[in-house]
């Protein structure tokens, strides 16, 4: 069973900074997809940003430039740093992993941003 823990969220003004966390069970090369999705009232969950096993990254068009995906592999976690944030970023955000044997997938919890304008 994969266990996701994931840390950063809070309220922050427009324009400030948030870094979340995300801390994985197992190793990280058990994964080949890590990332990040969100999801605001009355809205579909989105992808924001992906990170795959080889590095390669991904990311929703309106956070280009603004947020940046990153991971740690001694530690299996995969981190969104996020600068610049709107009261559109307002959402609560979900740690998403897949696993490479089988290709299942997992949720964190969800962290809640606020951004105030």
């Known amino acids: 069973q994969v266990r996701l823990v994931e840390s950063g969220g809070g309220l922050v003004q427009a324009g400030g900074s948030l870094r979340l966390s995300c801390a994985a069970s197992g190793s990280i090369f058990s994964y080949n997809r890590m990332g990040w999705y969100r999801q605001a009232p009355g809205k579909q969950r989105e992808l924001v940003a992906i990170?795959?096993?080889?590095?390669?990254?991904n990311y929703e068009d309106s956070v280009k430039g603004r947020f940046i995906i990153s991971r740690d592999n001694a530690k299996t976690t995969v981190y969104l740093q996020m600068n610049s944030l709107k009261p559109e970023d307002a959402a609560v955000y979900y740690c998403?992993?897949?696993?490479?044997?089988?290709?299942?997938?997992?949720w964190g919890q969800g962290t809640q941003v606020t951004v105030s304008s």
């Open positions: 990170i795959t096993r080889g590095g390669s990254t």
């Open positions: 998403y992993v897949r696993k490479e044997l089988g290709l299942m997938e997992y």
